[in-house]
């Protein structure tokens, strides 16, 4: 791209009158920053003073109680999050990895060009979207909610997701190694698996775990399809409750002890996926020199 | 969205760059491969064609029903089983655009920032902190919205916009201030795509050729002069990509806005009024719609809402895409 000159003529103001327009919008710029990193630290702040104070064990280990009754906790919406992320990964990592994988390989071939454009395209469909396309599918059929619709939504979710973030971490493997591995004499489905795939590894569990975070906090999708469970359940043909889902219903109710909980719920929600980023990058800084940032 | 071709380049890939084929480069481990990852490549565009079909034939009973009507009717009434979307639709469109007007500024005040003025060791601390943003769950928002946001904008923002800046008398800042309404889903909305626009915006501005920039100072520009003509035209199209990919995300997004909007299918010029979008008249609805039209009714918001994030989306990505550097995600 050619240096663009812009078709501005020159204005006949003093030196002045310009360094204070710079000096003023230096500091209006400086005000954005301020004021950009603002709603994260108030969010942050709320968080704590309001969910500190109800977290304990029981909040892990027990079950929710009754309106009316106080106490209890949220672990089966604990765990039903876990076997929806589980599920979900399941799905997501496998193809988002793959396709990933053709994208890097087959850079320009028409087919790459089209799945790397489309696949930012599903990375911007709307989450409630779906959400009736898993229940049109998957619910509507069967004629009961379960644990494994809201799975697939998720792992749908995540496919972009990896498959973009494992094209790029395949991208920085360097030819020549890629290209050793082949002159003695591998064949190129082993170059690819153990070589290029291998090295890239760091880079792709970072990328993995990012994507985890993503939709670990996902209710839209789940609201028709896991649907949500008061009670105990492990089962995938079964509804089953999330934490994003649960806090949903609690910041909804009318009940000051609902909302205590729904403080808590997204304290260790945000807790989770804090936790799950910082292991992200720690992942990638040990072993590839920052190269995920 | 036809071109579901696979197996296009597998003549070339087949043969070893000096024309003869080994042993182990024909050999069945390589065809699995092959395949394997080309079917998983595949998969994505069959899924977003898949979603868009099934979503579109669940929709079709009320299309078919309501026509233009569906688009342009502002009855919503599952007892007499009369669906018109306006409102819904005008509820989306307000809502994200506002939330731009309020996020784009601050967002690529932060970029600019970040590229051009930040200090070395706050330049980290600071886009982490903004990128943080993208990684709170929707919910989460919607529950700070309801206990945070809302009692700060019914007490001290809402007063403030009508009665001290005397903006009541504009059809836009009347009535009373209940909290809930277009404006609290605007807000949140506004810093839900905050770190979307500015990543974007981030990366472009960091791409531009130092030489732009050296070009600029040594013809005697301030600094501001330099990120005015030299840096931000540069970026343009890629910061304009960066702000309708956060209009996408505003358009789609459903919880936060479900919980802070209020929740009213009327069509009101002032933000202080309730509102409804099209995801959050899903995600409200759709669980206790027991007719099959009303089921159908709502699926066609989904379709509606699919098709104009899929438009705009790909406006975004292939804006972002023509600024010339590898496309990123």
Redesign the interface.
């Known amino acids: 791209m050619t240096a663009r000159v812009h078709a501005r003529a020159p204005r006949p103001r003093s030196l002045r009158a310009r360094r204070l327009v710079n000096v003023a919008m230096s500091g209006l710029l400086g005000v954005a920053a301020i004021l950009a990193t603002l709603p994260l630290l108030f969010l942050l702040w709320h968080l704590l003073r309001e969910g500190a104070t109800s977290i304990d064990l029981a909040f892990f280990t027990r079950m929710p109680k009754p309106v009316g009754e106080s106490g209890g906790g949220m672990a089966n919406a604990i765990v039903g999050t876990l076997i929806l992320v589980g599920t979900a990964t399941s799905i997501g990592l496998p193809v988002g990895i793959g396709a990933g994988l053709y994208l890097a390989e087959q850079r320009g071939a028409r087919l790459a060009t089209s799945v790397r454009f489309l696949s930012d395209v599903l990375n911007g469909m709307p989450s409630i979207v779906m959400g009736i396309f898993a229940w049109h599918i998957l619910v509507r059929p069967v004629g009961h909610f379960s644990a494994l619709a809201g799975g697939a939504a998720l792992g749908a979710m995540m496919i972009p997701l990896v498959t973009r973030a494992t094209e790029e971490m395949v991208r920085t493997v360097p030819t020549a190694l890629r290209e050793a591995a082949l002159a003695l004499g591998y064949p190129r489905w082993r170059t690819s698996v153990a070589i290029v795939l291998r090295t890239a590894l760091p880079g792709i569990v970072t990328a993995a775990l990012v994507a985890i975070a993503r939709i670990a906090g996902e209710t839209a999708p789940l609201l028709f399809t896991s649907f949500g469970n008061q009670f105990w359940s492990t089962s995938l043909g079964e509804p089953i409750a999330a934490l994003p889902h649960q806090i949903y219903e609690y910041a909804k109710s009318p009940y000051d002890d609902w909302h205590r909980l729904a403080w808590a719920g997204s304290l260790v929600l945000i807790g989770l996926v804090l936790i799950i980023s910082v292991l992200a990058r720690f992942v990638t800084r040990s072993r590839h020199g920052g190269v995920g940032d | ?1 036809t ?1 579901v ?2 197996a ?2 597998e003549p070339a ?1 087949a043969a ?1 760059p000096d024309g003869t084929r080994t042993l ?2 024909s ?1 069945i ?2 065809r ?3 395949t ?10 069959v ?2 064609v898949f ?1 868009a079909f ?2 579109v034939a ?1 929709a079709w009973p009320a299309l078919r029903q309501f026509g233009v009507g569906f688009l342009t009717s502002s009855e919503w009434d599952p007892v007499r089983l009369q669906f018109g979307a306006a409102p819904m639709i005008y509820g989306t469109i307000v809502s994200s655009v506002l939330a731009l007007i309020l996020a784009a ?3 690529i ?2 970029a ?3 590229s ?3 200090p070395r060791w706050l330049r980290q601390p ?1 886009s982490f ?2 990128d ?2 993208a ?10 919205g ?3 946001l809302l009692p700060i904008l019914r007490e001290t923002i809402m007063p403030f916009l009508r009665d001290t800046l005397g903006l009541g008398n504009t059809p836009f800042f009347t009535g009373p201030a209940y909290g809930n309404s277009m404006l609290g889903a605007a807000v949140i909305l506004a ?1 839900m795509i ?1 770190p979307y626009i ?1 990543a974007v915006s981030r990366e472009v501005l960091m791409a531009v050729p130092r ?2 920039r050296e ?1 600029a100072l040594a013809m005697g520009a ?4 330099m ?1 005015r ?2 840096v931000v ?2 970026a343009r199209s890629g910061i304009l990509g960066g702000i309708i ?1 956060g209009l ?2 505003a ?5 936060a806005v479900t ?1 802070l909007i209020g929740n009213r299918h009327e069509i009101s010029a002032s933000l202080f009024a309730p509102g409804y979008t099209l ?1 959050s008249v ?2 409200n609805e ?2 206790e719609a027991t007719n099959e039209l009303h089921t159908s009714a ?2 066609a918001c ?1 379709a509606v ?2 098709f104009v ?2 438009v ?3 406006i ?2 292939w804006l972002v895409w023509s600024v ?1 550097r590898e ?3």
């Open positions: 969205m071109t071709v696979p296009a380049p890939e070893p182990e480069g050999s481990g390589d699995i491969y092959r394997l990852t080309t079917a998983f490549a595949v998969a994505i565009p899924l977003l979603i099934e979503v669940a500024p601050l967002a005040g932060v600019i920032w970040l051009e003025f930040s600071v902190l903004v943080l943003l990684a709170i769950p929707s919910v989460v928002y919607g529950l700070w309801i206990f945070v810093i905050l500015s030489s732009q070009a301030t600094k501001w002069e990120i003509d030299a035209p540069y990919l996408g995300r358009l789609g997004e459903t919880m919980m995801a899903i995600a759709f669980a709502l699926m989904g809402l699919l994030t899929l705009v989306n790909a975004a990505r010339g496309p990123k995600s």
